[in-house]
């Protein structure tokens, strides 16, 4: 006899397939939130209150669930969207665009289990009323319960103040699936049993715990949840007419661990970094408009998390795109984009110390040679994006200021990684710090120069998509791709494309590191000194300017005292003389201590007080000298009794003086050091526990088995390195100059004086610069005069051959245009004012148009500017910033005349407060780029000097402002040649 029997399905199933099957409670967020995304939600927030019983609160603004749905789909283990004819209509979408589902088992909702025992689902449909359910996850863990013996307690209602008074009752039922009902005996007789059973044999294993039945049932009746959990909600707040939310109670640590309430204890802060490790940059930064890569998607998806206690509200992480971003990555010196097609082929761009070496698509990497590319219908890669940044580790060896390196070493801190994003959503574990999927820390313990990637400081994502990468399939728990073909070859071909970029421009074994590294080196070095030099520049004449401000006043009140010294002043005895020589010591330590040193060489608006200062300095030591001619005349005359009395008192007096200056300095070194031998030892006592501060976590890591014993000690080594080379950095230089001051050095006197001979030869560098401006003038005027020499000389021939009225008319108009050009280049003569002034960019746009008019007569050539560039105002030399527009203007005319342009077009614009001067031109050369401000380097086939550019960058480096031409495509503004003028306090009307 064939009997048949269908499965029997015990309730521990729900908690296998849920949360046990999540790798943690950040992932199971991950996975909730994608269900919000499959629900075409534009925002999923996660909200944890404080309190006696913390609760976690989810909410969304999807398309929500009817009742109907809630019991179809929500409570049916294993339902796929996809197989649902329903799934993904017009309304559902509320005006987004079709979305590639994230969820693939239909088992997402019970990774909620993993965020606390307790859940209360709240869900709302457009035109329908609200729905709300309770669970209890626990009883799923019961393994001699049925699951059909276990019922959820559901309730429908219409407004929201109703939910608060329909929750006891819905306590009351789910307790039910402890003790059962009347109603139901043999139902009740199963829970009794499956409940003593479970009781006895969990005390029988742990003694000391509590019976799970009475834990259940405790929480079910205690546990509560308020109206202020809800108010975060649109739907409550009725801006959206749909959603859903899930709230829960007892939540899970890991959760409790955000809140301020937290032990704020080692193990807490690393819950915290691996919390934000997992749910920060959920959504793709690293999408750009103008980037093509495969699968760059933006989802239109919002996510934040919030922490709430009884007085404040902090988002504890949130869409991060303003702070990490493609534009904020291609700003640091090493970056590789581009595209890997079917073959394992990477085509794309390279960036390396500060400069794009090749673009577009021209940087080509193979795939390994030994790599066997799968190609069949379940094991081929398809075509995937790729980007990934980084900076240098050390500072000395960086391109970048020392502004943007801080920014992106702070960056790195909390948001670096590597990450893999499916349809613009991110794919876990891949980026946290204890996954090395692509061997980035596994190749560094190896050789951490050459391969140089640091996943500790690099920033990018691979991009892959369910339709284009449908084998990159993830595993159950979320803990990585499933190890198969497809997964293999995607890992070695991106290992690749990461060694080879290494190999071949960043790292140890790559040439052009040899090549860059000493200038860059030397370049940082006397960047610092440099930088010192202005700091100390600065802070010495802000303490001559108070010392001037202090004294000027006293200087003044000296001179009206000393008024009546002259030479008709009076000594007619011994005391007299005895009292002049009082007079005069006091005047002379009157003027000791109103003496000023070390006036800056630049003293602007000090100027004049300063002048005035030292005339009446000069004033009252001529009257000191007065004085002294005085005595010498009367010590002749009046012959004192006991003339060493008098010498002796006078030796009490210097003396006296000299010490009382000498205990005030010593009093003041004294003080400095003290507080100074403080700052010393709390900074050795910083540097000696930071080691410990940083290393210490990984110690914990390998103890808790999340970081391996090697990558361990290679991050401890590298550590160790950075914080070496920083602490020699600060206290070498310090004991240096110590060694210095106790060979009596006077570093303070060298420094100022090296200040002001740099000064001085800046200075001669300007004139020398506006000398060769007259260069440049010449030339450029010899251009148009050669132009305008043509015509007069065609108008003459004309009138020689038939004295026609047309060559009259070209004589005319020649005479004009060069008379035009002579009132036009007046502010550039050297013989000119040398007043600085507010100069507009409506000036400059009227100028230019003024000195090339003819040239936008005749080659109909437009020079404009955006209405931004015309309320421009900067305070500068004519004479130094017009001729860097004409020189810019001029280049460009030559290019758009000679290439043929068709609507030839300049453009001034500003860009980031930045000036921006472009044409419509052929552009420059990739290879020209470098030596475009190089002197005498020029690619004009005739009447080329190659000194405009170059002239151009002195000239504005003159006052502090710089150009470069643009190579960043945000100040691309024209497709031909761009230049990007940065002016020193400019603004804006």
Same mark, same amino acid.
């Given at each position: ?293 495969? %699968? ?96 240098? +580790? ?337 206290? +070498? ?112 746009? %009227? ?42 203007? %001029? ?99």
């Amino acid at each position: 006899m064939i009997e048949t029997r269908s499965f029997r399905t015990q309730a521990r199933t729900v908690d296998h397939l849920g949360r046990e099957q999540i790798a943690d409670c950040p992932t199971a967020i991950s996975e909730l939130w994608k269900n919000s995304y499959d629900a075409y939600a534009r925002n999923v927030s996660l909200h944890i209150f404080d309190g006696e019983s913390p609760v976690a609160a989810l909410f969304d603004d999807g398309h929500g669930m009817s009742y109907e749905e809630f019991i179809d789909r929500w409570l049916v283990v294993g339902t796929e969207s996809k197989f649902d004819t329903k799934a993904d209509n017009e309304e559902d979408r509320d005006g987004l665009p079709k979305r590639t589902k994230q969820g693939q088992k239909g088992i997402g909702r019970l990774s909620s289990a993993n965020l606390g025992p307790l859940l209360l689902i709240v869900s709302k449909r457009k035109n329908h009323d609200f729905i709300a359910a309770l669970i209890d996850w626990r009883v799923f863990e019961n393994p001699y319960l049925l699951l059909s013996d276990l019922e959820v307690p559901i309730t429908r209602f219409a407004s929201p103040n109703e939910l608060i008074n329909l929750l006891p009752d819905m306590f009351e039922r789910l307790t039910e699936n402890i003790w059962g009902t009347p109603e139901d005996l043999e139902r009740t007789k199963r829970l009794e049993l499956a409940w003593t059973t479970f009781d006895k044999l969990t005390l029988e294993n742990t003694p000391d715990s509590v019976k799970p039945s009475d834990a259940i049932a405790e929480t079910i009746i205690s546990a509560y949840f308020e109206e202020k959990h809800f108010q975060p909600w649109s739907v409550w707040q009725d801006k959206s007419g749909h959603g859903t939310a899930l709230l829960v109670s007892e939540i899970n640590d890991d959760i409790k661990a955000q809140l301020r309430s937290a032990d704020p204890s080692p193990s807490t802060k690393e819950i915290r970094k691996q919390f934000f490790a997992t749910l920060s940059a959920f959504t793709d930064p690293f999408v750009d408009s103008i980037s093509n890569e495969e %699968n760059s998607f933006d989802p239109e998806f919002t996510y934040e998390v919030r922490i709430w206690d009884s007085y404040t509200c902090e988002a504890i992480i949130e869409d991060e795109r303003s702070l990490l971003n493609r534009s904020i990555t291609e700003e640091m010196e090493h970056v590789i984009s581009g595209n890997v097609d079917e073959n394992g082929v990477f085509r794309g761009q390279i960036k390396a110390f500060g400069e794009w070496r090749k673009l577009g698509s021209e940087y080509v990497i193979n795939p390994p040679k030994d790599l066997k590319i799968p190609k069949g219908p379940t094991t081929y890669i398809g075509k995937f994006g790729l980007h990934a940044a980084t900076f240098e +580790q050390v500072r000395n060896s960086s391109t970048l200021s020392d502004e943007q390196f801080a920014r992106f070493r702070d960056l790195a801190d909390k948001h670096s990684g590597f990450l893999v994003f499916r349809n613009g959503l991110r794919v876990l574990p891949y980026g946290r710090v204890d996954n090395d999927f692509f061997e980035i820390e596994t190749r560094r313990s190896i050789s951490a120069g050459r391969e140089f990637w640091n996943a500790r400081r690099m920033f990018g994502r691979i991009s892959i998509s369910r339709e284009q990468n449908p084998n990159l399939r993830d595993k159950a728990g979320r803990e990585g791709f499933i190890d198969n073909a497809s997964a293999k070859a995607i890992k070695l071909i991106v290992i690749n494309i990461l060694r080879k970029a290494a190999y071949e421009y960043f790292g140890q074994a790559s040439e052009l590191r040899d090549e860059l590294l000493p200038d860059i080196q030397e370049k940082n070095e006397k960047e610092r000194a440099e930088q010192q030099r202005k700091e100390l520049a600065k802070k010495n004449a802000k303490a001559f300017r108070g010392r001037l401000k202090r004294n000027l006043p006293k200087i003044n009140s000296l001179y009206d005292e000393t008024c009546e010294v002259n030479s008709e002043f009076k000594v007619e005895n011994e005391q007299d003389l005895d009292n002049t020589q009082e007079l005069i010591n006091k005047i002379n330590d009157q003027l000791s201590d109103l003496r000023i040193t070390g006036a800056p060489a630049r003293l602007g608006a000090s100027e004049d007080d300063y002048r005035a200062f030292r005339r009446l300095y000069s004033t009252i030591q001529e009257r000191v000298k007065t004085l002294e001619a005085v005595r010498t005349e009367a010590i002749e005359k009046i012959k004192p009794s006991k003339p060493e009395e008098l010498a002796h008192k006078q030796l009490q007096s210097h003396a006296s003086r000299i010490q009382a200056r000498l205990r005030s300095w010593k009093k003041a070194i004294n003080t400095i050091q003290e507080t100074e031998s403080k700052r010393v030892e709390m900074l050795f006592d910083e540097r000696n526990k930071q080691f410990h501060g940083l290393a210490l976590p990984l110690v914990e890591q390998v103890r808790a088995g999340r970081l391996s014993l090697d990558k361990a000690l290679v991050e401890m080594g590298n550590i160790h390195s950075i914080l070496d080379t920083e602490n020699e950095d600060t206290f +070498q230089p310090y004991l240096e100059s110590l060694e210095l001051m106790s060979e009596n050095i006077n570093i303070e006197l060298i420094a100022r004086q090296g200040i002001a001979e740099n000064i001085a030869l800046k200075d001669d560098l300007n004139r020398i610069n506006q000398l060769a401006q007259l260069g440049v003038t010449v030339e450029i005027l010899g251009h148009e005069l050669n132009s305008n020499e043509r015509m007069i000389r065609e108008g003459i021939r004309q009138i020689k051959s038939n004295g026609d009225i047309p060559g009259t008319r070209l004589v005319v108009e020649g005479f004009e245009a060069l008379s035009h050009q002579l009132e036009f280049l007046s502010p550039l003569k050297i013989s000119g004012s040398r007043t600085r002034r507010i100069i507009s960019g409506e000036e400059i746009l %009227n100028y230019l148009q003024g000195f090339f008019d003819t040239v936008i007569r005749s080659r109909a050539i437009r020079i404009t500017a955006t209405e931004e560039f015309q309320r421009l105002k900067v305070d500068e030399l004519p004479s130094r910033l017009l001729p860097v527009f004409v020189n810019l203007v %001029n280049n460009s005319v030559y290019w758009l005349v000679n290439s043929g342009t068709e609507n030839p077009q300049v453009l001034l614009s500003i860009r980031d407060s930045k000036v921006i001067v472009s044409d419509n031109g052929p552009g420059i050369d990739e290879l020209d780029q470098q030596n475009l401000f190089k002197m005498f380097f020029t690619r004009k086939s005739s009447g080329g000097r190659g000194i405009g550019l170059y002239l151009c960058r002195v000239n504005l480096m003159a006052s502090g402002h710089s150009i470069l031409y643009a190579k960043e495509s945000k100040f691309k503004i024209l497709d031909g040649a761009n230049f990007i003028i940065d002016l020193k306090g400019v603004y804006f009307e």
